[in-house]
């Protein structure tokens, strides 16, 4: 049974910095493309930061400068550093794993950024 485990949410004031932890089980996790997606209230959950498989990353033109993907293969682990943060970075942040057909979610953490 696949799993995806959020942690590192809360809440920070602007300007602050928090590292969100996505800890996966039950897959063969260098295989997966990981990423991180948000939800705001009323929005559409949208793309925040990927890693590939290979290593390779991209991320949201909104938070391009300001947080960093990354992974540790031997943790089964991915991370996203998340440094300036601003009150619009306010959503329920998601874990992802991908492999072609194959689509996982985590539960999701909140992270408020307050003004």
């Known amino acids: 049974q696949v799993r995806l485990v959020e942690s590192g949410g809360g809440l920070v004031q602007a300007g602050g910095s928090l590292r969100l932890s996505c800890a996966a089980s039950?897959?063969?996790?260098?295989?997966?493309?990981m990423g991180w997606y948000r939800q705001a209230p009323a929005r559409q959950r949208e793309l925040v930061a990927t890693?590939?498989?290979?290593?390779?990353?991209n991320y949201a033109d909104s938070v391009k400068g300001r947080f960093i993907i990354s992974r540790d293969i031997a943790k089964n682990t991915v991370y996203l550093q998340m440094n300036a943060l601003k009150p619009e970075d306010t959503a329920v942040y998601y874990c992802?794993?991908?492999?072609?057909?194959?689509?996982?979610w985590g539960q999701g953490t909140q992270v408020t950024v307050s003004s």
């Open positions: 039950g897959l063969f996790f260098t295989r997966y493309h």
């Open positions: 992802n794993a991908r492999y072609l057909k194959e689509d996982y």
């Open positions: 890693i590939t498989n290979s290593g390779s990353t």
